[in-house]
């Protein structure tokens, strides 16, 4: 079938007849262009491969495949406050929102109970690789683990470290337990996650430490963590940065000999090329060439940006600066636990800040994304091999490629396509029938074809047009799925 793959920040490439040879492992052996149906035989044979050892996958009009999204920040625990409290501003919010729900899962019964779903709506949305927060009860966090591992997402998942500044009946009643906790947590994700049995070298669960955000964490804390992840170099690290005016405020009030935001993190050795932080929206400049000089990676949430009145990320900007930027759901700031909605978002966000800073839309001195509404192949890239990035996972997925796992998409646009009229297609029927048609003439049409079913994907697409999720080569889930 045809397969849209990110190759940069500004471009993408559109191949139709793709044949995707995935092994045993789920990792991708060859991918070839340009096949015919009839000659698919022949190519077999010639790569020593023979009927009885494939299964042949063939995609269906309106069909294409990419690689799966890669969420970088989202709240497991939040997604049932989706919808909820969006006239609030985040200190509030968390407090008389947020902090109730995460309560609950004090209860193990209870984490048993709601996880399942809510881990497999993401999947459902097509999400192969998620960096969730847990709360921070070690028990139901595990239940979470259990949950992903059971279900075959590929994720990162950090218990909750706080212990300040929360309410009395959700925080950790000591650093040193905040601590033993988080060690006890990154043991059980490891043990239960050495890959799968025939490729133990490719876990797909792997422990990230949380420290809730500087506000909800005490300087003991903060020290125990940059100890333990010290030793541990492996080890991922998320948290929040700079979201909100009156956090950014407190969080001076809290670390006064802090020169800025992240300096309070890299004072604590929290600020490395696995560090994940979300939202940046309010850096200063030294602030964002620390995170530069760092390698750590930026999870723009624009869906809860908004929503959470919190401000806009200057994306673009970051984008000149080469920082390393993935798309983050921020469930239940966003109200979305699908990433066509923060590829959405982050277009939105991209525009307005355009409009307000070069209305009328001037080349840019600074470079190609400031104050730019960012391109499709950029949202895409973003959401998919951009993420990998951040995650620094990017060896193994974000895009398909010989050597990589097989974490991707089959989507279906034939029921949002069927009526519409594509650039370039005026010569093809719209149902798509020549889709993998190799003619020169045609293939050109068929660049067009494709980019106008993406481009339908991402601004009109949701859960019903993800018709199959694969990672690590197994189908875990989309419309085909039982
Ligand atoms: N900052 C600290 N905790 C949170 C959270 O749960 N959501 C968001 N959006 N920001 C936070
Ligand atoms: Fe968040």
Redesign the pocket.
Known sequence: GSLINPTTLTSYETITGCLIAVNAHGNIDWIIHDVKDSSIQETLLQKGLFDADVTIVPLQEGQFIMPGFVDTHT?AP?VPNTGTGYQSE?LD??ENF?FPMEANFQDVDFAKQVYPSIIKKFIASGTTTCCY?GTLHLESNKVLADIVHSLGQRALIGKCNMDRNCPSYYIEPSSSRSISDTQAFISYVRSLAPGPSDNPGNPLIYPVVTP??A??CTNELLSSLKTLVHLDTRLHIQT?IS?NLK?VEYTKELYPDCEHYAGVYDSYGLLRNNTIL??AIWLQEKEIDLVKEREVGISH?PT?NFN?R?GIAPIGKYLDRGVKIGLGT?VS?GFSASMLVAMRNASIASTVVALQNNPTNAPIKEGKFTNRQLPLATLLYLATKGGAEVCVLDQQIGSLEPGKSFDALIVDVSNISSTSKWPGDSDVDPALRKISTTTSSVRSSSRAILEGLLEKFVFCGDDRNVFAVFVQGKLIGGTSYA
């Open positions: 709240h939040q985040l919010w968390l947020t927060y809730r955000f506000i909800s929040h979201e956090e979300a939202h949430c809860s959470l919190s921020d700031g």
